[in-house]
């Protein structure tokens, strides 16, 4: 059974660091790309990032390009969202998302067939 | 980026009804890379269908896609308790990946 486990949200003031991990299992993570959806409160799906299976491919939306940077760790079978310089308009659940498409050499070209129940990030004073 | 466009925001129906949904992209969209995801309050979006076409495992054949360049639809022959959600289409073709803003199935 495929699993998702987000962690690592909280709450945090406007302009500090915040890094999401995400535990997987129940498949080959080495042969999926990974991705990271947020929803803000009472808002729509938000694509963040995606990186493919060897992380050669990785892509940000632009809200975040800059600021975040996603990595994965094949040893530990988990993906990361490094945030940085956070603001307001971050605040959101955010999901770790499976990737469909097998051995694919971009992070698009895939829909996403697994989802995690996220972990709540609130960026206040 | 390509710009999805649902309609309408809300549909209100009764059980056993039939539901449209439409999904306007603002430029052409690959029909491989159109995706429809339903959400159930406090729930994770769950993938329905992919390819526009293509059912995902343990879709019901009730929900069926359509569609090609800018305006796809997704059709529920015969709405269940379950239906009553929120939907998004998707596009993942192009970077950066992007959702519609949903459309809310409810009851009549």
């Known amino acids: 059974e495929v699993q998702l486990v987000e962690s690592g949200g909280g709450l945090v003031q406007p302009g500090r660091s915040l890094r999401l991990a995400c535990a997987t299992s129940?498949?080959?993570?080495?042969?999926?790309?990974m991705h990271w959806v947020r929803q803000g409160p009472g808002k729509g799906l938000e694509w963040v990032s995606g990186?493919?299976?060897?992380?050669?491919?990785?892509g940000y939306s632009d809200s975040v390009k800059g600021r975040f940077t996603i990595s994965r760790d094949g040893a530990k079978n988990s993906l990361n969202l490094q945030m940085k310089s956070l603001r307001v308009e971050d605040t959101a659940l955010y999901y770790c998302?499976?990737?469909?498409?097998?051995?694919?050499?971009?992070?698009?070209?895939?829909?996403?067939?697994?989802w995690g129940p996220g972990t709540m990030v609130t960026v206040a004073s | 980026e390509i710009v999805l466009t649902q309609s309408p925001g809300t549909l209100s129906l009764s059980p056993g009804e039939r539901a449209t949904l439409s999904c306007r992209a603002s430029?052409?969209?690959?029909?491989?890379?159109l995706a429809w995801y339903r959400q159930r309050p406090g729930q994770a979006p769950r993938l329905l269908l992919y390819?526009?076409?293509s059912r995902a495992t343990g879709t019901p054949d009730r929900f069926s896609g359509s569609g090609s360049g800018t305006d796809f639809t997704l059709t529920i022959s015969r709405l269940e308790p379950e239906d009553f959600a929120l939907y998004y289409c998707?596009?993942?073709?192009?970077?950066?990946?992007?959702f519609g803003g949903g459309t809310k199935v409810e009851i009549k």
């Open positions: 430029q052409s969209v690959s029909n491989t890379y």
């Open positions: 990186i493919n299976w060897n992380s050669e491919n990785i």
């Open positions: 390819g526009t076409f």
């Open positions: 998302v499976k990737a469909a498409r097998r051995l694919s050499s971009y992070y698009e070209f895939s829909a996403f067939d697994f």
């Open positions: 998707q596009q993942y073709g192009s970077s950066p990946l992007t």
């Open positions: 129940g498949f080959t993570f080495d042969d999926y790309a």
